[in-house]
């Protein structure tokens, strides 16, 4: 309560919205919350509550500038309050991706989606970004030990399930550290995908980006833990994709045969990641809605042991820990 009549003051006192309502939208898998706010002449933004002590605005005003240079649609910044974690933005509406994606869409959104991802990869400069090294990638996939295993799960591993754990870390660390390097936003996909106008489509939560693997967007888009695809119609996607990077110069001919296990792999990282995420979101910060998108995103890695025998281990303890 604190922090929306702190809100409500910056809007009325600072920004001059005399008059506005506000409405809450969402929060998201971090410590931010958005508000519409409705001014009384009806013009319509969102306001990014951000505490200060725990979330930092400046890398989504820097990256948000990166991206509009290039012509993407991410949300116009109207006023910021640094000091106080408050950002109003552009209303881009309330039709996400996954709201409509089907089998009549999917071709249009994610053909946009793609093009978008490409400009990305291309064009967007990567200079001043955190790398997405060693250390990251293995903080992340500790998340599915620690907080769905460990303290979701309450599995405890014996000396085995240990060592085959970390040199499944260290073979998918090996994986994403051998890909060309881009700006990778992280969180690209369905949820974060805007039905907008031209250009579209719209592009939400790219604070966290970082330089890193070529197919890490790619793979949060095709292998979305909101919504599957049939895999042979994934494949094609990520085909079709590898052909537009070496069009673009993102990606040489010579890594055509590297890219579906690039792919491939770097899914597993992620959605370990994710799941991990998930069940802390739980734990941590009593947000339940996640859980039940666990099974479809483990099912992802689960998928994957027929053509990959290196992760017959992993994929032996999921089904043990998470079964259907």
């Not at 505490?51 to 649609?73: K, Q, T, V």
């Not at 400069?125 to 309450?154: A, I, Q, V």
């Not at 739980?282 to 992760?311: S, V």
């Amino acid at each position: 309560m604190e922090r929306l009549a702190a809100l409500h003051s910056w809007l009325s006192d600072e920004v001059g919205l005399h008059g506005h309502a506000i409405q809450a939208v969402s929060g998201d898998a971090s410590f931010r919350r958005y508000f519409r706010v409705t001014a009384a002449d009806g013009k319509r933004w969102v306001a990014m509550d951000a505490p200060p002590e725990r979330e930092d605005c400046r890398p989504f005003i820097e990256i948000a500038e990166r991206l509009r240079a290039l012509g993407l649609h991410v949300p116009g910044i109207h006023a910021v309050a640094l000091e106080r974690g408050f950002l109003l933005l552009e209303d881009l509406g309330s039709v996400h991706y996954l709201d409509i994606l089907n089998e009549s869409t999917v071709g249009r959104l994610y053909g946009d989606a793609l093009a978008a991802l490409a400009v990305v990869q291309a064009c967007a400069s990567t200079s001043g970004l955190p790398d997405y090294d060693n250390t990251l990638l293995l903080r992340e996939m500790e998340l599915f030990r620690d907080w769905l295993l460990g303290r979701h799960l309450g599995i405890s591993l014996d000396a085995a399930q240990k060592r085959m754990l970390e040199e499944a870390f260290f073979l998918l660390i090996e994986n994403a550290l051998e890909q060309p390097r881009v700006c990778v936003l992280r969180d690209f996909h369905s949820r974060n995908l805007m039905v907008t106008s031209s250009p579209t489509p719209g592009i939400l939560d790219f604070q966290d980006a970082v330089n890193g693997p070529v197919t890490y967007d790619l793979v949060s888009l095709l292998k979305d833990c909101y919504i599957e695809w049939d895999p042979g119609r994934v494949r094609e996607w990520a085909v079709g994709y590898y052909h537009l990077a070496v069009q673009s110069g993102v990606l040489r001919e010579e890594h055509e045969a590297k890219f579906p296990r690039w792919f491939d792999l770097m899914g597993v990282q992620r959605h370990l990641k994710a799941a991990g995420i998930f069940a802390r979101l739980y734990q941590r910060d009593g947000k339940p809605g996640y859980l039940d998108d666990i099974p479809r995103t483990l099912g992802y890695i689960l998928k994957l042991e027929p053509e990959y025998p290196e992760l017959e281990g992993l994929c032996r303890l999921i089904r043990f820990a998470v079964p259907a």
